[in-house]
């Protein structure tokens, strides 16, 4: 009963952080995808966030460009100690610093494509449901991936009515996620089956 409490709350702890993961890298891709600021997602984005980011934008400085380094850094830090913790209380000890290095890297790419996997999936369904939607989420999304859409688009033009760029940007995820993520999870060893719940 103790071991499957503890493993529930391991469980719940990794959730979590992965939440927050995902927000601060909503907040990365936002910003990288030149995505409204003043929309109310992205300020409350931005207001979820900001206590982790604010730290690292102090020795970091400003947002440079289209990446915003702080963020990156929040996120690997927040992922790199609760991966520690979690090796601790599952009593396997300290991993090596660099297993924990690949680890939280692998946690931040595979945050990434899971945005971007939601995203065009929404914006799929919202091409069909709701073509002209003004809601800020619609809105958000269409900015978010169409950066990385319009190149696709250059290379294959919409056919009509039927735009096939989003099937070529989700077999490019699945590639990148199973050969780059999935060799940084193997190459991570005991951290990166943590790092794959």
């Given at each position: 009963m103790g071991s499957q409490l503890g493993n529930?709350?391991?469980?719940?702890?990794?959730?979590?952080?992965n939440i927050y993961l995902f927000l601060l890298m909503l907040r990365f891709l936002l910003q990288a995808s030149r995505a409204d600021y003043y929309n109310p997602i992205s300020q409350s984005v931005v207001r979820i966030t900001q206590p982790a980011v604010r730290p690292f934008q102090a020795f970091l400085g400003?947002?440079?460009?289209?990446?915003?380094?702080?963020?990156?850094?929040?996120?690997?830090?927040?992922?790199?100690v609760a991966i520690i913790a979690i090796l601790q209380i599952a009593g396997y000890g300290m991993a090596p610093l660099d297993d924990l290095a690949v680890g939280?890297?692998?946690?931040?790419?595979?945050?990434?494509?899971?945005i971007y996997f939601f995203a065009l999936i929404v914006m799929i369904i919202l091409s069909w449901v709701?073509?002209?939607?003004n809601h800020?989420?619609?809105?958000?999304?269409?900015?978010?991936?169409?950066?990385?859409?319009?190149?696709?688009?250059?290379?294959?033009?919409?056919?009509?009515?039927?735009?096939?760029?989003?099937?070529?940007?989700?077999?490019?995820?699945?590639l990148i996620d199973g050969i780059v993520v999935g060799s940084l999870i193997r190459a991570a060893g005991v951290v990166g089956a943590l790092v794959g719940l």
């Open positions: 529930a709350g391991l469980l719940l702890v990794n959730t979590l952080v400003p947002v440079m460009g289209r990446f915003d380094l702080a963020t990156l850094a929040s996120g690997f830090l927040i992922k790199l939280a890297v692998a946690a931040l790419a595979n945050a990434v494509l899971k709701a073509p002209q939607a800020p989420g619609a809105i958000l999304i269409m900015q978010l991936v169409e950066p990385i859409m319009a190149p696709v688009r250059r290379v294959i033009p919409p056919l009509g009515m039927l735009d096939l760029s989003p099937i070529v940007v989700f077999i490019a995820i699945s």
